[in-house]
């Protein structure tokens, strides 16, 4: 992951790939996104048992955000 101070320096990256444009969220998605129980309570000793339950509310997160599109879709193995 790396932050930037702005879109605009994102895509004036040398590494910048559009591709990956769909990949770009601003701080305020980003800290809604880790917020979720997926990274918050992942040092609860039951946390494998809810892990299925913390990526549903993940994917709900990340729709909420649209980002629904190709980049943010698992690769298939």
Same mark, same amino acid.
């Not at 993940?58 to 879709?73: A, H, R, S, Y």
């Given at each position: 992951?790396?932050?930037? /101070? ?18 770009? =969220?601003? =701080?305020?998605? =980003? ?6 129980? @997926?990274? /918050? ?12 339950? @913390?990526?549903?509310?993940? &994917?709900?997160?990340? &729709?909420? =955000? ?7 879709? /698992?690769?298939?193995?």
């Amino acid at each position: 992951m790396n932050l930037f /101070r702005s879109e605009e320096h994102i895509r004036n990256w040398a590494r910048f790939d559009p591709a990956t444009a769909e990949g770009i =969220l601003s =701080l305020p998605d =980003l800290v809604k996104l880790f917020s979720g129980s @997926y990274f /918050r309570r992942r040092l609860d000793p039951d946390w494998v048992s809810h892990s299925r339950e @913390y990526v549903r509310e993940m &994917v709900t997160t990340l &729709v909420e =955000l649209g980002k629904t599109g190709p980049f943010w879709k /698992r690769p298939k193995p």
